[in-house]
């Protein structure tokens, strides 16, 4: 019981220091203390990922130091938990037009998965529970035989199955969606591009802000792809994983 | 006979001068650190070839030398040649090691040596100011340092870094590069050419002449107080297809806060800028809108710097923010380059208007001092514009239409609902919480399907054990009745019994009248042996014959209770 009281403690002092430290943050952000505030809220992120004002926070205050390409990646973590976040999207839309780019934001996501991580992956979680508890009695009643409702509860059962087999894959949807990472976003103007693993660099290079497709890490290098199927070799320093 | 005596002398005269074998293995320091050299000497009076016991985390260095060194034993008068076999390596892990024995094999035989220890303590990389040279370093044949611009600088003063690398040997290139690293150093930046190419030089510490190289230089632009470390850099040092893994030592920088009395034109500006303004146009009629640009140039953190405000007087308005244009790259100095903003102004009001100067202030980190910096003063002649309505916003201050703002949407406050937002996938609460109704509604619904036929089963047993019960009994009374010499009642009883017995092992219902038809039909249905229904039929016949004939002897009164127990336990056998 003891140790119980213990614990529960310690996540109240936990939680009070992180709500502290958020606060700390945000008051350097609100006096324009930009690098100091990023510098806390990225902290706060590493302890705390889910919390998606931390990196909306942080996009705000990546963006008025003027660095955009990190900006974008902190709204788009946001985006990650919230897909359908207006404001966010707004301020993506800043972002690109203060690089003057032509490029528009785009959702890497259908509007139909866009809403299924926008459910959110508990959401789904409970629903499964609900729809797994009807099936449930549906089956009971089905097995009890001595029960002259069998074939209505055979077909609610069966409805209840599929609606089930439908909200446990849409769990595991968002939960992947909001856990790995498929995409990254280049952080560094100009980030130079590789043709090889020994550093042979391409002339071309990648602009900043610009969303790339994670095919798989090699060494301190990411195998990417870009929107027109393009693959290429970057550093992992010039890029940050959404 | 002279010829024998003359050569045995000689053998003897041989021998007399030859030495004793002797293998010697030395390690020098016996106490080390991990990744520093250690030089393994053997030392032996005779000359072959070398193998030495190491361990697995030994690393193999390149100095590697032979020779021969002849030595005069003062007390004997003779030389003695030494053969000498040196390796420099270094380990790999902490912990005490036991280096050899070295083993010597000339012709068919082989000499062992002594072995020696060496005590390797965990790697330290204490903090190293710019060129001086620990003693520990020099012994290594490559070691690395972080080159700093500085030892101290103001926060948001760019600082240059670069790995160096000193090696005994000529290095071709480098592998696994792990760069060095700043905690809460946000602002950093690559500078020179590709990292990919070292270039050497070469350089002399203490009359040793290195090869050299720097690598990874970046511009970095640290922020805050007090004392930062810069983590070590890895390498693979490698000549050719021989490695060494190098570990460079740290360094330490101090950053030191800005004086406080920044003045109020501050913008966050360090290092040395100028400021030039100009006005998109000199003609202008009342409601016109022009172009203010302020050009900061010069080096420093010209990227991190905030827009300077514009105190306008009366007659102006500032559309939205203004719009910023960056010119510059980073190099020694920090940025260096311009970075230019353009205001949008509205001129509301006509005839002789005077923009002030605009001021700014910046902090010079040579001369420690905030320096305000000022432009000209304009003045302007705007012409009457009677078509002109000034919007109803304070003047002076700025428009914040949704067309011009370039401001992101305000910060947020803490959302803590949001903690573990997919704490139940990633539990295995997920899977119970779905499987365990699922499993219990199974489980209870085909436990109440089987209930009624477990219930008659478990009544069919119990008649069948009140039924074997009440065979026993009549096997009891056919005997109670035997020894009342009731034979009439002794038959009946002891058929009756043996029927059930049957009835019972051959599972005939036990509602049904048991007489010897059902049984004798039941055996037929159920295949039983020939010999068993003759051995049952036979048994029939005694019992007739004893039951009818009168004369029965009291042998085969209890032979027949005897042979009909023995029928009912074989029968199914």
Same mark, same amino acid.
């Given at each position: 019981?003891?140790?119980?009281? *213990?614990?529960?403690?310690?996540?109240?002092?936990?939680?009070?220091?992180?709500?502290?430290?958020?606060?700390?943050?945000?008051?350097?952000?609100?006096?324009?203390?930009?690098?100091?505030?990023?510098?806390?809220?990225?902290?706060?992120?590493?302890?705390?990922?889910?919390?998606?004002?931390?990196?909306?926070?942080?996009?705000?205050?990546?963006?008025?130091?003027?660095?955009?390409?990190?900006?974008?990646?902190?709204?788009?973590?946001?985006?990650?938990?919230?897909?359908?976040?207006?404001?966010? =999207?707004?301020?993506?839309?800043?972002?690109?037009?203060?690089?003057?780019?032509?490029?528009?934001?785009?959702?890497?996501?259908?509007?139909?998965?866009?809403?299924?991580?926008?459910?959110?992956?508990?959401?789904?979680?409970?629903?499964?529970?609900?729809?797994?508890?009807?099936?449930?009695?549906?089956?009971?009643?089905?097995?009890?035989?001595?029960?002259?409702?069998?074939?209505?509860?055979?077909?609610?059962?069966?409805?209840?199955?599929?609606?089930?087999?439908?909200? =446990?894959?849409?769990?595991?949807?968002?939960?992947?969606?909001?856990?790995?990472?498929?995409?990254?976003?280049?952080?560094?103007?100009?980030?130079?591009?590789?043709?090889?693993?020994?550093?042979?660099?391409?002339?071309?290079?990648?602009?900043?802000?610009?969303?790339?497709?994670?095919?798989?890490?090699?060494?301190?290098?990411? $195998?990417?792809?870009?929107?027109?199927?393009?693959?290429?070799?970057?550093? @992992?320093?010039?890029?940050?994983?959404? | 006979?002279?010829?024998?005596?003359?050569?045995?002398?000689?053998?003897?005269?041989?021998?007399?001068?030859?030495?004793?074998?002797?293998?010697?293995?030395?390690?020098?320091?016996?106490?080390?650190?991990?990744?520093?050299?250690?030089?393994?000497?053997?030392?032996?009076?005779?000359?072959?070839?070398?193998?030495?016991?190491?361990?697995?985390?030994?690393?193999?260095?390149?100095?590697?030398?032979?020779?021969?060194?002849?030595?005069?034993?003062?007390?004997?008068?003779?030389?003695?040649?030494?053969?000498?076999?040196?390796?420099?390596?270094?380990?790999?892990?902490?912990?005490?090691?036991?280096?050899?024995?070295?083993?010597?094999?000339?012709?068919?035989?082989?000499?062992?040596?002594?072995?020696?220890?060496?005590?390797?303590?965990?790697?330290?990389?204490?903090?190293?100011?710019?060129?001086?040279?620990?003693?520990?370093?020099?012994?290594?044949?490559?070691?690395?340092?972080?080159?700093?611009?500085?030892?101290?600088?103001?926060?948001?003063?760019?600082?240059?870094?670069?790995?160096?690398?000193? @090696?005994?040997?000529?290095?071709?290139?480098?592998?696994?590069?792990?760069?060095?690293?700043?905690?809460?150093?946000?602002?950093?930046?690559?500078?020179?050419?590709?990292?990919?190419? =070292?270039?050497?030089?070469?350089?002399?510490?203490?009359?040793?002449?290195?090869?050299?190289?720097?690598?990874?230089?970046?511009?970095?632009?640290?922020?805050?107080?007090?004392?930062?470390?810069?983590?070590?850099?890895?390498? $693979?040092?490698?000549?050719?297809?021989?490695?060494?893994?190098?570990?460079?030592?740290?360094?330490?920088? /101090?950053?030191?806060?800005?004086?406080?009395?920044?003045?109020?034109?501050?913008?966050?500006?360090?290092?040395?800028?100028?400021?030039?303004?100009?006005? @998109?146009?000199?003609?202008?009629?009342?409601?016109?809108?022009?172009?203010?640009?302020?050009?900061?140039?010069?080096?420093?953190?010209?990227?991190? *710097?905030? /827009?300077?405000?514009?105190?306008?007087?009366?007659?102006?308005?500032?559309?939205?923010?203004?719009?910023?244009?960056?010119?510059?790259?980073?190099?020694?100095?920090?940025?260096?380059?311009?970075?230019?903003?353009?205001?949008?102004?509205?001129?509301?009001?006509?005839?002789?208007?005077?923009?002030?100067?605009?001021?700014?202030?910046?902090?010079?980190?040579?001369?420690?001092?905030?320096?305000?910096?000022?432009?000209?003063?304009?003045?302007?002649?705007?012409?009457?514009?009677?078509?002109?309505?000034?919007?109803?916003?304070?003047?002076? @201050?700025?428009?914040?239409?949704?067309?011009?703002?370039?401001?992101?949407?305000?910060?947020?406050?803490?959302? %803590?609902?949001?903690?573990?937002?997919?704490?139940?996938?990633?539990?295995?609460?997920?899977?119970?919480?779905?499987?365990?109704?699922?499993?219990?509604?199974?489980?209870?619904?085909?436990?109440?399907?089987?209930?009624?036929? =477990?219930?008659?089963?478990?009544?069919?047993?119990?008649?069948?054990?009140?039924?074997?019960?009440?065979?026993?009994?009549?096997?009891?009374?056919?005997?109670?009745? *035997?020894? %009342?010499?009731?034979?009439?009642?002794?038959?009946?009883?002891?058929?009756?019994?043996? $029927?059930?017995?049957?009835?019972?092992?051959?599972?005939?219902?036990?509602?049904?009248?048991?007489?010897?038809?059902?049984?004798?039909?039941?055996?037929?249905?159920?295949?039983?042996?020939?010999?068993?229904?003759?051995?049952?039929?036979?048994?029939?016949?005694?019992?007739?014959?004893?039951?009818?004939?009168?004369?029965?002897?009291?042998?085969?009164?209890?032979?027949?209770?005897?042979?009909?127990?023995?029928?009912?336990?074989?029968?199914?056998?």
């Amino acid at each position: 019981m003891l140790r119980i009281l *213990l614990i529960i403690q310690l996540f109240i002092i936990f939680g009070a220091h992180s709500q502290n430290d958020f606060d700390n943050a945000l008051k350097k952000a609100n006096e324009k203390n930009f690098q100091q505030a990023i510098l806390s809220f990225e902290k706060i992120a590493e302890s705390n990922p889910e919390n998606s004002a931390v990196y909306y926070n942080l996009g705000n205050c990546y963006y008025h130091i003027r660095r955009y390409g990190d900006a974008i990646w902190a709204y788009e973590k946001v985006l990650k938990q919230h897909p359908l976040d207006n404001e966010v =999207i707004m301020n993506l839309e800043l972002c690109y037009k203060k690089l003057g780019s032509n490029h528009a934001w785009q959702p890497h996501l259908s509007g139909m998965q866009q809403l299924i991580i926008a459910v959110g992956s508990n959401t789904w979680a409970y629903l499964a529970f609900f729809l797994s508890l009807i099936f449930a009695f549906c089956l009971f009643y089905v097995l009890k035989k001595d029960t002259g409702w069998r074939r209505p509860l055979l077909l609610l059962g069966g409805g209840m199955l599929v609606l089930l087999i439908i909200s =446990i894959a849409c769990a595991f949807a968002s939960y992947d969606q909001s856990n790995k990472s498929y995409f990254a976003i280049i952080t560094k103007s100009e980030a130079p591009v590789f043709l090889n693993d020994k550093g042979l660099k391409s002339t071309f290079k990648l602009a900043q802000g610009i969303k790339v497709a994670i095919i798989e890490q090699k060494a301190s290098n990411y $195998l990417v792809q870009l929107e027109n199927g393009r693959t290429l070799l970057v550093n @992992s320093k010039h890029i940050r994983l959404i | 006979m002279k010829l024998l005596l003359a050569h045995i002398v000689c053998l003897l005269s041989l021998l007399s001068w030859a030495q004793k074998p002797l293998v010697y293995l030395e390690v020098e320091p016996k106490e080390a650190e991990i990744g520093e050299a250690i030089t393994i000497t053997v030392k032996a009076n005779i000359q072959g070839d070398v193998d030495i016991d190491l361990p697995a985390a030994y690393v193999s260095g390149y100095n590697t030398m032979s020779g021969m060194e002849q030595e005069i034993d003062y007390n004997t008068g003779k030389v003695i040649t030494y053969f000498y076999h040196s390796q420099s390596g270094t380990l790999s892990k902490a912990g005490n090691f036991t280096i050899g024995p070295a083993y010597i094999k000339k012709g068919n035989k082989v000499y062992k040596s002594n072995t020696a220890s060496v005590q390797i303590k965990k790697e330290y990389t204490p903090p190293v100011a710019n060129h001086e040279f620990t003693s520990k370093q020099l012994r290594q044949p490559a070691f690395g340092i972080i080159e700093t611009s500085k030892q101290s600088i103001y926060e948001g003063e760019p600082l240059l870094l670069n790995a160096k690398v000193y @090696s005994l040997f000529s290095p071709t290139h480098l592998e696994n590069y792990q760069e060095y690293t700043l905690e809460d150093v946000l602002d950093k930046h690559d500078i020179g050419a590709s990292n990919q190419r =070292i270039m050497v030089d070469e350089e002399n510490i203490r009359r040793t002449t290195y090869f050299t190289f720097e690598y990874d230089k970046k511009v970095v632009f640290p922020i805050g107080k007090g004392k930062i470390t810069i983590e070590p850099f890895k390498l $693979l040092l490698l000549r050719g297809f021989e490695s060494l893994p190098l570990t460079s030592s740290s360094a330490v920088i /101090e950053i030191k806060a800005l004086p406080g009395n920044a003045p109020k034109d501050f913008t966050g500006g360090v290092g040395n800028l100028k400021l030039k303004r100009s006005l @998109s146009n000199n003609d202008f009629k009342q409601g016109d809108v022009f172009t203010l640009s302020l050009e900061i140039s010069g080096n420093g953190n010209l990227q991190n *710097l905030l /827009e300077p405000k514009l105190n306008l007087p009366q007659g102006f308005l500032i559309y939205g923010d203004p719009e910023i244009k960056e010119d510059f790259v980073f190099g020694a100095l920090g940025a260096e380059g311009k970075v230019t903003y353009d205001y949008h102004i509205q001129v509301t009001q006509h005839g002789k208007l005077e923009l002030p100067a605009t001021t700014l202030s910046y902090f010079h980190p040579q001369i420690e001092k905030y320096i305000q910096l000022t432009s000209e003063q304009d003045e302007l002649i705007v012409g009457k514009n009677s078509n002109f309505q000034l919007a109803q916003t304070k003047v002076g @201050s700025t428009i914040n239409n949704a067309v011009s703002s370039d401001q992101p949407a305000p910060l947020r406050a803490a959302n %803590n609902d949001e903690e573990n937002h997919d704490f139940i996938i990633g539990s295995g609460i997920f899977w119970f919480g779905l499987s365990a109704p699922i499993l219990i509604a199974l489980i209870g619904g085909i436990w109440m399907r089987k209930k009624p036929e =477990i219930a008659h089963k478990k009544s069919k047993n119990q008649q069948k054990e009140t039924f074997k019960k009440e065979t026993e009994l009549l096997f009891e009374i056919a005997k109670s009745k *035997l020894e %009342n010499q009731e034979f009439g009642d002794f038959y009946s009883m002891l058929e009756k019994a043996f $029927l059930q017995s049957i009835a019972i092992k051959m599972n005939v219902p036990l509602e049904a009248t048991i007489n010897r038809q059902l049984i004798m039909k039941t055996l037929y249905e159920k295949n039983l042996s020939e010999s068993k229904k003759i051995e049952i039929k036979q048994w029939f016949e005694k019992c007739d014959a004893g039951r009818f004939g009168l004369g029965s002897i009291e042998n085969n009164h209890l032979e027949l209770i005897a042979s009909s127990k023995l029928i009912c336990q074989n029968i199914d056998k």
